[in-house]
Structures are given as structure tokens and as C-alpha cells.
């Protein structure tokens, strides 16, 4: 499947953003599909948030009542609704999917697949 990320943009403290991720090539129905973020200066990618084919979602403790995964299986689209938002959200946020179980958040080696990212600036 390939994956490509929009939606990313500038924002001040305290708004808004949705991310989308369209799929080709594949359904994404048939993966486990999260999303990743990379921190200005730091090599690691972290796990965001990521949604089970069974529409179970979770989320690491930073983004929690913040943030929101979903999936449009008929749009072939994954999203990530993200209010409330921070300047130490600031990142480039990756799409991720994988084809058997699900990534867990702390190995992006778990990742099968990536979107090309979309960048995040959020201001105080």
C-alpha cells in the first residue's frame, strides 16, 4: 500500500489540525494503521496513535483527550483529528501500516509501510 499524508500546516497553541492518509494500491481495511511523529532534533520516531482492523484505537499518554484516530474504510483514508494543540506537538507526523497484528507504538521497526510525512508547527 502506499500512503500519503496532508492536512499539516502552522498553528497557534490551542487549535486545531486534522491529518489525512490516503492509501493506494491496497485497502487500508486490511491493516493496522497508526500514526507516528518525529520530534525537531530526534532520530526516533514515536507512536502517536494507531486503530486495530477491529476499530480498537489507543494512544500514547501526551495525546490522550487531545487527539483522535479514525479511519473512512470508503475513502481509503485514515485521520488524526488533533485539538488542543501544543508547541511540543511540533514534529513531522509519519501515516504507518501494518500488515499482520498491530505496530506497537514504541518500534517503528513494527511499520511495514509509510507515508512520505506532513510537517506540524505548533506556536505559543
Known amino acids: 500500500v502506499q500512503l500519503v499524508e496532508s492536512g499539516g500546516g502552522s498553528v497557534q497553541a490551542g487549535g486545531s489540525l486534522r491529518l489525512s492518509c490516503t492509501g493506494s494500491g491496497s485497502p487500508i481495511s486490511s491493516y493496522c494503521m497508526g500514526w507516528f511523529r518525529q520530534l525537531p532534533g530526534n532520530e526516533r520516531r514515536e507512536g502517536v496513535a494507531?486503530?486495530?482492523?477491529?476499530?480498537?484505537?489507543t494512544y500514547t499518554d501526551s495525546v490522550k483527550g487531545r487527539f483522535t484516530i479514525s479511519r473512512d474504510n470508503a475513502k481509503n483514508t485514515l485521520y488524526l483529528q488533533m485539538n488542543s494543540l501544543k508547541p511540543e506537538d511540533t514534529a513531522m507526523y509519519y501515516c504507518a501500516a501494518r500488515a499482520s497484528g498491530c505496530m506497537d507504538r514504541s518500534r517503528p521497526s513494527d511499520v511495514h509501510y509509510w507515508g512520505q510525512g506532513t510537517q506540524v508547527t505548533v506556536s505559543s
Open positions: 494507531s486503530i486495530w482492523l477491529s476499530g480498537r484505537t
